[in-house]
């Protein structure tokens, strides 16, 4: 199997580790509010997931639907590519990865007030852990997304040029058909 194919995995393992991560620590701090652990991993360096839970939580009011919901699905899905060796599950599974990704980083730009200066619009990223959260999932999930089209480029370059062989052989035989002096 090429090394591309596998690679195509990054993406939702990423998205997976990390939201089983930021769910594992949100229900850590409720069995022991008082840890300054538990409270730096929610805050810190999975503050990102908590915007997006909150954007969520207006179409959903589940309780651990990032997880359940979305990355787990979004992995299996993934998995069950990875497994068939199929290029289709792997396809969606990228694509609704950094979808996501996406979403959870739009999510945390948009629960920040906005101030405006002279046209000049502030962007608000995560700053220190939380900027290499948000850095690694999205840029996995991207990389993944950009390997899916590669191998799909290369799919139908290899199609197209089996087409021009197969048309050229045709042209060649219908050419020395016409041109050969029993005709």
């Known amino acids: 199997m090429n090394r591309l194919f596998k690679l195509q995995f990054l993406g939702p393992l990423a998205l997976f580790a990390a939201v089983l991560s930021a769910e594992l620590a949100a229900r850590a701090l409720q069995y022991d509010p008082s840890s300054e652990l538990f409270w730096f991993l929610n805050l810190k360096v999975f503050g990102i997931f908590q915007r997006s839970y909150a954007a969520l939580s207006y179409f959903v009011p589940i309780d651990g639907f990032q997880f359940f919901g979305i990355?787990?699905?979004?992995?299996?899905?993934?998995?069950?590519?990875?497994?068939?060796?199929?290029?289709?599950?792997?396809?969606?599974?990228?694509?609704?990865?950094?979808?996501?990704?996406?979403?959870?980083?739009?999510?945390?730009?948009?629960?920040?007030?906005?101030?405006?200066?002279?046209?000049?619009?502030?962007?608000?990223?995560?700053?220190?852990?939380?900027?290499?959260?948000?850095?690694?999932?999205?840029?996995?999930?991207?990389?993944?997304?950009?390997?899916t089209h590669l191998l799909y480029f290369l799919a139908v370059g290899r199609e197209i040029g089996a087409l021009i062989r197969v048309a050229s052989r045709f042209l060649r035989t219908y050419t020395q058909a016409s041109t050969s002096p029993l005709a």
């Open 71 to 147: 990355a787990l699905p979004i992995f299996a899905l993934a998995c069950v590519g990875l497994i068939a060796k199929s290029r289709l599950p792997f396809t969606v599974a990228t694509h609704l990865s950094v979808a996501y990704a996406i979403f959870v980083v739009l999510c945390w730009k948009t629960g920040v007030p906005e101030l405006e200066h002279a046209s000049l619009q502030t962007i608000v990223v995560p700053t220190g852990i939380g900027l290499y959260v948000t850095a690694t999932i999205l840029g996995s999930c991207i990389l993944s997304f950009a390997i």
